[in-house]
């Protein structure tokens, strides 16, 4: 192995945490690869031969690389331009609470990327990096040229208005859509039709992808009947899960995703589930197993 082969095997390994950083940063998945490849270009150039700590070496630079862009796009005035995902604190007792944080940290996938948009770029970097990604205020302070308490009150100020827009939306409420989730893997393990029927809406949609379809997906099935009728005694493998920030479940096999379960839930009832296991489209997502509580 030549030493340009052996410099991309050490960043590849890192390339997904990357991604997710970059991704949850700039909230458009162009722009994402785009500070990514940025960052690769960093290292490749650079003598890394005394960092001891690559992955948080290669996050404080794209991390620059996000706030270059970030500044670029506010003196702009542009959004992002790929469309938001489709179908990724208030008192000082809160903001100390981890577990607390961990839950508003997970979150901020898909469903607060809006919120996360109207934070000023330094803001929008401390509290990514921090909340998200465990980035101490210490390490993040060079990054916005701030002094560590200064960072932490970027932070802080942003936590507040990610927390308060989760209260303004019902959808965005992690908690409740864990709960639906688990019910409803619950009663379709037990065969509990009722049950499903309680948690689904109306007009539900059930659709699966051909990968989906070839392992006993159903293509589409409408209504909540139908939809309680397929799901009654299966998904028994399936486990709730965060996906690429959002509440859904996965079915993994030798610890690797075979087919993810993307939910959409609103007012408390299921209104859509989206059956995925192509795998390229699996690769994309940053897949985390819930523990049970």
């Known amino acids: 192995m030549n ?13 997904t945490h990357l991604r997710g950083v970059a991704y949850r940063m700039l909230g458009a998945t162009s722009e994402a690869e785009d500070a990514v490849q940025e960052a690769w270009l960093h290292f490749s150039r650079a003598d ?7 992955r948080g070496w290669l ?23 790929d469309d938001y995902a489709p179908d990724q604190h208030g008192s000082e007792a809160n903001e100390s609470d981890p577990e607390h944080e961990t839950v508003l940290a997970d979150s901020v996938g898909l469903a607060l990327l809006v919120v996360l948009d109207t934070l000023n770029p330094a803001e929008r970097l401390a509290f990514v990096l921090h909340d998200i990604f465990g980035v101490s205020f210490g390490e993040i302070a060079p990054i916005v040229g701030r ?37 409803f893997l619950a009663a379709s393990r037990s065969g509990n039709f009722d049950a499903l029927l309680a948690l689904l809406d109306p007009e539900v949609i059930v659709r699966a992808d051909p990968a989906a379809v070839t ?60 059956l995925i296991a192509d795998q390229t489209r699996l690769n994309q997502f940053d897949v985390v197993v819930l523990k049970n509580k």
Request: proline share 4%; hydrophobic share 40%.
């Open 3 to 15: 030493e340009y082969e052996f410099l991309a095997d050490r960043f590849e390994t890192n390339r």
């Open 48 to 54: 890394t031969s005394e960092v001891k700590n690559l």
């Open 59 to 81: 996050t404080t630079v794209v991390a620059r690389v996000c706030l270059d862009m970030l500044r670029s796009r506010e003196s702009r005035r542009e959004e992002p331009l």
């Open 147 to 183: 002094t560590p308490e200064a960072t932490r009150q970027l932070a802080s100020r942003a936590r507040r208005r990610v927390r308060g827009a989760a209260t303004d939306d019902s959808n965005t409420d992690l908690t409740r859509q864990r709960e639906v989730v688990t019910a």
């Open 215 to 274: 392992m006993g997906g159903p293509g589409e099935v409408r209504g909540a009947a139908a939809v309680a009728n397929f799901f009654s005694g299966r998904a028994r493998a399936a486990q709730p899960a965060l996906i690429s920030g959002a509440i859904g479940a996965v079915w993994m096999q030798h610890r690797q995703p075979q087919v993810v379960f993307s939910f959409t839930i609103k007012h408390g009832k299921i209104v859509g589930i989206e």
